[in-house]
């Protein structure tokens, strides 16, 4: 890693949420731990600020940041990212538009007024997007030469229309990026201002999906720019002299350097700190196959891992419509997070989400100006939450606003507070089940043979019950899941991606190809790294291809066992894409020829922070008796309520209970019990 002052002992993850912003200190000389939670706020860089003062770190004395943040994805959801043009090959501006034909499942798919939300709300206005003529063969070949003139008209005219930044991608410019790049220097002539970005970030094949990926980051790298820009500048101010880390989508942090060149691959960053936080979980806890459910304050995001391996994949759909070609670990996510607004669908049964009432307002209980109800307000209703033990008690929750604000919003369907809230978390769950379905029984996961990691302040208050309805026998709830994305974004090792497609069979006759490429993308990732001032000990590269069919147009990702492409180690990657189309697929077509479509290598550099789990706190683990009203069992009972900090290892607590701690509850449900197991892993499984 760079070089550190000595003085420097504090390591920080710090996690950007809809609501809430965690923070996790681990101090590498004494082991010490703090952890914190602060309300986000719309400059996230104050909140960072604010996160720090939280467990009481001096800025100086904190040797490397990890920070996951949300600045582009809420610009992008919310439409608020920069007036975007797109140079695109003439006859191919409406890319973006045309897309794959899909179609959303739901409430409105037989809606023949239905539009892609790119339609209904663009993120390229379609004047914006002007073609130019050029054109690139598939083989790279130049078939018309850049109309260089045409590129200066274009860049006037959006300067014009106070286009603030500018994505160019051109048709089979991953075969020779000698437009793109000629391009971009005209645009930086005329527009000397302006963001531009061109199919560099990831040139590979996929034209419309790497012309949105171009788009995307256009429309949101001014954003996310400058936010690392003011982030940086803070930090500075405070005397900040350590390594400021930025999670990106691939499971690994980059330099601020590197982040700043591709802004589109931090989209997620923050739920893909969760799954690295996993990982590491399924490892030291010697648990391989786990589904994970991160329950925010906005959303809950879901991955499932097989063998303690990173689940990675090269395509994301933000919405309908808009898909990212990227190396993105593969999350997805449903919109129902604890401040999620209770409401109806499209037809007038109850939802929870997509619609969330954030850090502010905040749900009703929260006493901040809010009045919609939201699932945080139906748990505190229920008995899940405990109104005095929120956030280790510095939030006071409000149980009559929340009662009252349940029901106004339960008039509609004629249900009383307590009768909305109990459905609330029903539907909330089934949610969340639903989705996690979609990551593991849809692709031919048995979930019998997973366990269910819940974390995220919300989710192991809804892990039981979600685990009941997907057939799952053991829940595995971390310590400190409140902030266990803050912890794995502390814990992630450095990765960084690049790609390079080809389109040439994968035959003994172009092994040299092959190797000579993959082998020239190492160089430039070890030359790049040394450049950001990385100290590049234990660097490693791993390897994947994509491949297809002879005849197909969709390839795969493959990862490669091999750390050299020979032409006698052909047939056993050939063999390996045989076998991973059949386990995908359910066949494989051993008679036809496979296609390689691009290469891709990823610089790996360890950053081993391991966390040791706390010890047990002294005393009395039981703080008292309280009621709940059981979802789905229809009656209100006393049940215990026990302080995990307390717990024992070996120590059992007997469904139905609650345990509480800092900044998360844990809902045992009846039949079940709750044990702490060497590592302070809170195992729950059926009774008896």
């Known amino acids: 890693m760079t070089e550190q002052r000595s003085s420097a002992d504090w390591l920080v993850g710090i996690d950007v949420g809809g609501t809430f912003t965690d923070i996790v200190g681990l101090n590498r000389n004494t082991g010490e731990i703090r952890d914190g939670k602060v309300l986000s706020t719309p400059e996230q860089e104050k909140g960072v600020l604010r996160a720090l003062a939280a467990i009481d770190v001096d800025v100086p004395g904190v040797a490397e940041i990890v920070h996951g943040h949300t600045v582009g994805i809420n610009a992008l959801l919310s439409r608020a990212g920069a007036r975007t043009g797109l140079l695109a090959t003439r006859g191919h501006r409406d890319l973006l538009d045309i897309g794959r034909m899909h179609r959303e499942f739901g409430d409105r798919f037989y809606d023949p007024t239905w539009l892609r939300p790119h339609q209904e709300r663009p993120v390229v206005e379609r004047h914006n997007r002007i073609g130019i003529p050029e054109r690139i063969a598939y083989d790279g070949t130049e078939l018309l030469a850049l109309d260089e003139d045409a590129v200066r008209e274009a860049a006037r005219a959006l300067a014009a229309r106070g286009v603030e930044a500018v994505g160019v991608c051109f048709l089979n410019s991953y075969r020779d990026r000698g437009h793109e790049r000629r391009a971009a220097e005209i645009l930086a002539e005329e527009m000397p201002h302006a963001y531009v970005q061109t199919s560099d970030l990831y040139p590979v094949t996929k034209e419309h999906e790497r012309t949105t990926t171009v788009a995307l980051d256009a429309y949101v790298g001014p954003a996310v720019v400058g936010y690392l820009r003011r982030l940086t500048v803070a930090l500075a101010e405070r005397a900040f002299g350590g390594t400021l880390w930025i999670m990106m989508t691939n499971g690994g942090v980059a330099t601020v350097a590197d982040a700043g060149r591709a802004p589109v691959f931090q989209l997620v960053s923050g739920p893909v700190g969760g799954v690295t936080g996993s990982i590491r979980l399924a490892r030291d806890a010697g648990r391989g196959n786990l589904l994970t459910m991160d329950v925010g304050g906005t959303s809950t995001d879901v991955a499932a891992i097989v063998d303690a391996r990173t689940p990675l994949t090269d395509l994301w759909t933000l919405e309908t419509g808009l898909t990212l070609t990227m190396p993105l670990v593969d999350v997805e996510s449903v919109g129902s997070g604890a401040g999620s607004i209770i409401g109806s669908n499209a037809l007038g049964r109850i939802a929870v989400g997509p619609a969330s009432a954030g850090s502010n307002p905040g749900p009703a209980c929260y006493g901040r100006g809010g009045t919609e109800a939201t699932l945080t307000d139906a748990c505190l209703v229920l008995g899940v939450l405990q109104p005095d033990l929120f956030a280790g008690g510095r939030i006071t929750l409000d149980v009559d606003a929340a009662r009252a604000a349940l029901a106004r919003a339960g008039e509609r369907w004629n249900l009383s507070a307590e009768d909305l809230a109990e459905a609330a978390y029903r539907v909330a769950c089934e949610d969340i089940a639903a989705k996690i379905r979609t990551i593991s029984v849809y692709r031919g996961l048995d979930v019998r043979d997973f366990a269910l990691l819940p974390f995220g302040s919300a989710g192991p208050m809804l892990a039981d019950r979600v685990a009941r309805i997907l057939g799952v026998e053991t829940v595995v709830v971390p310590t400190t899941p409140g902030q266990f994305s803050a912890l794995g974004l502390l814990q992630s090792d450095l990765r960084t991606t690049r790609a390079q497609s080809l389109m040439i069979p994968l035959s003994p006759d172009n092994a040299a190809v092959m190797e000579e490429g993959f082998a020239a993308m190492e160089r430039a990732l070890t030359e790049e790294l040394t450049a950001q001032g990385v100290d590049i000990q234990g660097l490693t590269f791993d390897r994947a291809l994509f491949g297809m069919y002879r005849g197909q147009t969709w390839d795969n990702r493959l990862p490669l066992r091999r ?67 059981i979802p789905g069992a229809g009656d209100t009972v006393r049940v215990p309520v026990h302080v995990r900090e307390r717990l024992q290892p070996g120590e059992v607590v007997a469904g139905p209970a609650i345990v509480s701690e800092k900044f998360a509850t844990t809902v045992v449900l009846p039949g079940r019990r709750a044990r702490i197991d060497d590592d302070r892993l809170l195992i729950i499984e059926n009774h008896g």
Do not use: M
Not at 565 to 585: L, M, N
């Open 563 to 629: 750390d050299r492409v020979t032409a006698a180690g052909v047939p056993e990657i050939v063999a390996d894409f045989h076998a991973f189309y059949q386990e995908s697929y359910g066949f494989s077509a051993t008679e036809i020829p496979v296609v390689v479509s691009t290469l891709e290598v990823t610089a790996v550099i360890p950053r081993p922070h391991k966390v040791p789990p706390s010890a047990a706190e002294d005393g009395e683990s039981l703080l008292g008796h309280r009621d709940l009203r």
